[in-house]
């Protein structure tokens, strides 16, 4: 820089003109909702954890313990040091690495189907799969307690969409028998992430079969905590690899990793590849993301006792809780729903408990669709007794009183 060039001081501020003005009120109507949020105690805010976070965790969805388990972490860096840090490209492109076609093959083979496509998100494969499978004239029937990437989905697809109560087969049986012509669809999540509940699969299946429908399944988590060595919701059913079902699920719960997939019938999956935009034009995963993946799924195949252990401790946390007074929903997988009073009174106990060392999910209107605010708590396979006893110290010391 020339020498002769004065420091900069800031200048006065100037005054707006009346255009100026107006563009800056554009979004005037933010302060307003952001007002309603804070009165509401629904304020949401973003916390950076250190890498070394001194706090017990049962608020991620790392069921398996595997997000930082010395072998997955070394299958990324792997990966990372032989594809590099990015895909390069959508999946069509140049996004597709021999890497994502072995993860296909082994998701494919480990939960029983006959095909699989990963993408960048869990998110992104419900929205594949409910777009891809439907159109304007289709029928979408959801159940009441889907995921919201199961929502948006819906919405996307432009087909009818009709919301059942939930978990309720019959209910899915007379809607679908409603609906005249067209595709027919029934999507449903295989563990409702809010109670920890498992949908009816079975009887959903037997509502579709009656009707010609297509059953969708998210098996977000199901995967890696149900079926026999964590094979997911639909083995255990015993409907994998049917093909009238579809699964989607994501890679960033117990396999530690990041994306997600969609199982199925191989030509349902052709279709995808060629129908799906959060396919066709999203980057492909990243290497270091796939071979972490790889790297759990194989963890998992050698130590299938996981999942069970995973299973173990949610009943466990879940039973002495309620033994002491709590109201929590019986956990079928690996989460465990503590109900609070309210929204504020369930923002200072999660508060109380990571002052206290714990870190516990906290789930608030709108994320919940009963509107009751919970602390959602999720099992870890390598939860040790102690840390289990303490948990549990730590939530009952912390809970709000009656009154």
């Not at 040790?384 to 939530?395: F, L, N, P, S």
Request: with cysteine.
């Amino acid at each position: 820089m020339p020498q002769d060039v004065p420091p900069h001081e800031p200048s006065a501020p100037r005054t707006r003109g009346p255009q100026e003005a107006a563009a800056a009120d554009v979004f005037d109507w933010i302060d307003e909702a952001a007002g309603v949020r804070e009165r509401a105690g629904l304020v949401r805010t973003l916390r950076p954890r250190p890498a070394d976070s001194p706090l017990l965790d049962l608020a991620s969805n790392d069921y398996l313990g595997l997000a930082r388990h010395p072998e997955t972490v070394r299958a990324a860096a792997d990966a990372a040091r032989r594809w590099g840090a990015g895909a390069t490209g959508s999946r069509l492109v140049t996004g597709t690495t021999e890497l994502h076609t072995e993860l296909e093959r082994a998701l494919a083979e480990h939960c029983g189907f006959e095909a699989a496509l990963v993408l960048s998100s869990g998110y992104a494969a419900n929205l594949a799969a409910v777009t891809a499978l439907t159109d304007r004239g289709a029928l979408v029937v959801s159940d009441a307690g889907n995921h919201a990437s199961i929502v948006d989905g819906c919405r996307l697809s432009r087909a009818e969409t009709a919301v059942i109560p939930h978990s309720d087969p019959e209910a899915a049986r007379k809607t679908l028998a409603a609906h005249e012509g067209g595709r027919r669809l029934l999507v449903t999540d295989s563990v409702f992430s809010v109670d920890g509940d498992a949908a009816p699969l079975a009887g959903y299946a037997a509502a579709c079969r009656a009707e010609g429908a297509a059953l969708l399944v998210d098996d977000a988590h199901g995967l890696g905590v149900l079926g026999e060595g964590g094979r997911g919701a639909l083995y255990a059913a015993g409907l994998a690899g049917d093909g009238d079902v579809v699964a989607t699920m994501t890679l960033s719960k117990s396999l530690g990793s990041q994306g997600g997939a969609v199982l199925g019938p191989a030509k349902v999956i052709e279709h995808l590849v060629n129908a799906a935009r959060t396919f066709i034009f999203d980057t492909g995963l990243a290497p270091a993301a796939v071979g972490a993946a790889l790297g759990s799924l194989e963890l998992l195949r050698r130590e299938p006792e996981r999942a069970g252990r995973a299973r173990a401790v949610a009943t466990a946390l879940y039973e002495r809780l309620t033994a002491a007074g709590l109201t929590a929903a019986r956990p079928d997988a690996a989460v465990v729903s503590v109900r609070a009073p309210s929204a504020a009174q369930a923002l200072a106990w999660a508060a109380d408990c990571r002052g206290a060392g714990l870190s516990v999910g906290c789930f608030r209107p709108p994320s919940v669709p009963d509107g009751i605010s919970r602390l959602r708590l999720t099992a870890r396979a390598d939860l040790t007794e102690a840390e289990i006893e303490r948990a549990v110290g730590t939530i009952l010391r912390t809970a709000p009183t009656a009154g």
